[in-house]
């Protein structure tokens, strides 16, 4: 009798167990957990502090993803290197894309480089020294997708540091979360487009804010260039290559400083503060934190961008 007792607790806390979910970066918890609440666990692989840049799983999280039904790649370099080994710890488990085929493509068509290109001409260059290898894997669909595609490579993977980008990547998300749990659909449907909502009045928010005033910034590491673009910024970057600047760059960032009457440079918790503080100090300007990797996703994106404003 105990026994049986046992079994049939153990069977009930099966059954209401959450579904898990895996993804690359905090962000993309908050996206998750926007639209599924409590339905659904996340495991994250870049935890805080850490950088994507350098990032290995611990034996710890490759155990993790032997619960997770899903993985919600985000077109890190680190993901390369890893989503196959990610896939044979757990067969069963999808690999999602982070948009859908052409998303991106028709996102740049848009909003073209024409305004940015000194902004663009670092942003690119640290995520292209890495080598790739053409995988293809299974989107929650059941078709083959190959995560080598037009939103992987080519142009910077932080696409949830983007309005637009953002809506598309929450309904892979809550298309995806519908196919794996179709009981909840209804409440995953609901959530999303409250999420839509509250990113389409920031985005609104945003666009007034820089209405009259399109102003250049200054960070270390290129993170921003979609933003950049949504709003008519320029987006200048102390790193180069992916490296600290050297001295001729140092040189053209002071230049920079100086004609675009910049008085901030914003750094990452994940990365070096040395040769930012370094221009800082020569140039009598502030140095802030403004990490894309936050959790509070929109808030931290809302603050950031009023910080520029400001500044």
Not at 9 to 27: D, E, F, K, R, T
Not at 98 to 112: A, I
Request: glycine share 2%; with cysteine; proline share 4%.
């Amino acid at each position: 009798m105990i026994r049986m007792l046992i079994a049939i607790v153990g069977l009930c806390v099966a059954l209401n167990a959450n579904m898990n979910v895996s993804v690359s970066v905090i962000p993309q918890a908050f996206f998750v957990k926007k639209i599924a609440g409590d339905l659904v666990d996340v495991n994250i692989m870049v935890q805080k502090g850490k950088s994507p840049e350098t990032y290995e799983p611990s034996i710890n999280q490759l155990k993790n993803l032997s619960k997770s039904v899903a993985y919600f790649y985000i077109g890190m370099p680190f993901e390369d290197a890893w989503l196959e080994r990610f896939k044979s710890v757990n067969p069963d488990m999808k690999i999602i894309q982070p948009l859908k085929d052409g998303d991106l493509e028709k996102y740049l068509e848009k909003f073209t480089d024409d305004n940015h290109n000194e902004s663009h001409s670092h942003a690119h260059h640290d995520h292209h020294s890495h080598d790739h290898h053409n995988h293809s894997h299974h989107s929650h669909d059941g078709e083959s997708h190959d995560h080598n595609d037009d939103h992987h490579h080519n142009h910077p993977p932080h696409i949830w540091l983007s309005f637009i980008l953002s809506k598309l990547h929450a309904t892979q998300i809550a298309e995806s979360l519908i196919s794996l749990d179709s009981k909840n659909a209804e409440i995953y449907q609901k959530n999303l487009a409250n999420f839509l909502d509250e990113i389409d009045k920031a985005y609104e928010d945003s666009q007034q804010l820089f209405k009259n005033n399109k102003k250049a910034f200054l960070v270390f590491h290129p993170a921003w260039s979609y933003i950049a673009n949504e709003l008519g910024l320029t987006e200048y970057a102390i790193e180069e290559d992916g490296k600290e600047a050297k001295i001729a760059h140092t040189k053209k960032i002071l230049e920079i400083i100086k004609d675009n009457d910049i008085k901030v440079i914003f750094v990452q918790p994940q990365f070096s503060q040395k040769s930012a503080r370094s221009i800082a100090e020569e140039a009598n300007i502030e140095v802030k934190v403004a990490d894309p990797l936050s959790y509070d996703w929109l808030n931290n994106l809302v603050s950031f961008l009023q910080e520029i404003a400001k500044n």
